[in-house]
Nanobody, 126 residues
Framework: VQLQASGGGSVQAGGSLSLSCAAS????????MAWFRQAPGKEREFVAG????????IYADFVKGRFTISRDNDKKTVYLQMNDLKPEDTAVYYC????????????????????WGQGTQVTVSS
């Protein structure tokens, strides 16, 4: 499956951005999906994840209450709505797909994810 992320940009602190990640090829509904981010000089970190059936979402503590992950299996797209952005949210954001069985938990680790998008830059100024 190929993933194409979009929607990044530059905003001031307190602003909002909406990221999208469109999938092509494969069967999108068979993948748990997640967003990760990587700031300069730092390791890639988990941001949010959603399971195949959309019944479960999980978030990193640092984005709880501010970010919302969702998916549309018919459109083969996963979204990340980011509100109340902070300068520390500045990073390249990546979407990722984990080919998982229906009951598989959403992983917070990089390893299980089979496919990655190219990343989209988010810059938040103070």
């Amino acid at each position: 499956v190929q993933l194409q992320a979009s929607g990044g940009g530059s905003v001031q602190a307190g602003g909002s951005l909406s990221l999208s990640c469109a999938a092509s090829g494969g069967t999108f509904s068979r993948y748990n999906m997640a967003w990760f981010r990587q700031a300069p000089g730092k390791e890639r970190e988990f941001v949010a994840g959603i399971n195949r059936s959309r019944s479960t979402t999980i978030y990193a503590d640092f984005v709880k209450g501010r970010f919302t992950i969702s998916r549309d299996n018919d459109k083969k797209t996963v979204y990340l709505q980011m509100n109340d952005l902070k300068p520390e949210d500045t990073a390249v954001y990546y979407c990722a797909a984990d080919h998982a069985i229906l009951t598989a938990p959403i992983s917070r680790e990089v390893g299980p994810y089979d496919y990655w998008g190219q990343g989209t830059q988010v810059t938040v100024s103070s």
